[in-house]
């Protein structure tokens, strides 16, 4: 898709799209993970509210698990939204597939999308717009990272159990650890998982755990913003221990 170069063509609101359609085993049975509550309230409304709360977010978009389309649209309309429109459609089998799936529902003249995880639900809105501003300023795709804090080791994986050789040791001044979301070119977002597709169908699918990899994979260029320690990934069950510690104190403090 052309890119517009008239600015009253073009639209810069951003358009942001949440894959919920897993399961989230590591977070022991129950419930899929992005509908666990956090603080009364399923981690996937935190997480609508934290995008919605950016004035560059027109628009979310939640790939649901396809049996639960329903069920998911009426839980966010029961939960107030600080402004926007949301959409729910159904998601696929890989994150990949929601995600594409995802972005068929936002329109085509929406220039700037986002992709965030669902298991991100306590996101800063600065680390949102920051994102935004930096597609909206001409990178093609964009990621909030963190320094590390620890060493970090390559090691030689052993499947079973046993002492793994340490390889190298990296230089962590040089490493970040990756957040969301993860902000596009919608026409650079589109083209990368139109080839993943194509991949896919000629049993070369990518092996990436992130859309700024598929760019990254097929020639693109990704840089960097910075992230937020608050914007972690909600996995196991200490991540969420710690979440409910967040959010009490922001409660306590911000009113949130």
């Known amino acids: 898709m052309a ?14 799209v949440v ?12 419930a899929p993970k992005a509908l666990r509550e956090l603080g009364g309230v399923p981690m996937l409304v935190h997480a609508v509210r934290a995008l919605a709360r950016s004035r560059a977010v027109g628009l979310v978009v939640v790939a649901a698990p396809p049996d639960g389309v329903a069920e998911v649209a009426a839980l966010l309309g029961d939960h107030g939204l600080p402004r926007g429109e949301i959409r729910v459609v159904a998601g696929g089998a890989s994150r990949q597939e929601s995600v594409r799936l995802g972005l068929a529902a936002v329109p085509e003249d929406v220039e700037v999308v986002l ?8 996101v800063p809105v600065e680390v949102v717009d920051a994102v935004v501003e930096a597609v909206r300023g001409g990178a093609e795709a964009v990621v909030p990272a963190v320094p590390l ?25 040089s490493l970040r650890a990756v957040q969301t979301p993860q902000g596009f070119r919608r026409e650079t977002l589109q083209t990368v998982h139109d080839r993943a597709l194509t991949d896919e169908s000629v049993g070369a699918l990518p092996q990436v755990t992130d ?11 990704v840089v960097v913003v910075p992230g937020h320690g608050e914007a972690f990934k909600v996995t196991r069950p200490l991540d969420l221990v710690l979440a409910e510690a967040v959010l009490a104190r922001r409660r306590a403090t911000d009113g949130f």
């Open 149 to 173: 804090a620890d060493t970090v080791k390559r090691v030689e994986p052993r499947a079973d159990g046993t002492p793994e050789p340490v390889l190298d040791t990296p230089d962590r001044a």
């Open 3 to 16: 890119i517009p170069t008239s600015p009253k063509e073009r639209n810069l609101n951003a358009a942001a």
């Open 211 to 221: 859309d700024a990899g598929l760019v990254e994979r097929y020639g693109g260029t």
């Open 115 to 122: 992709v965030h995880d669902a298991a991100r639900p306590l």
């Open 19 to 30: 894959p919920a359609a897993g399961r989230g085993e590591r977070l022991g049975p129950g």
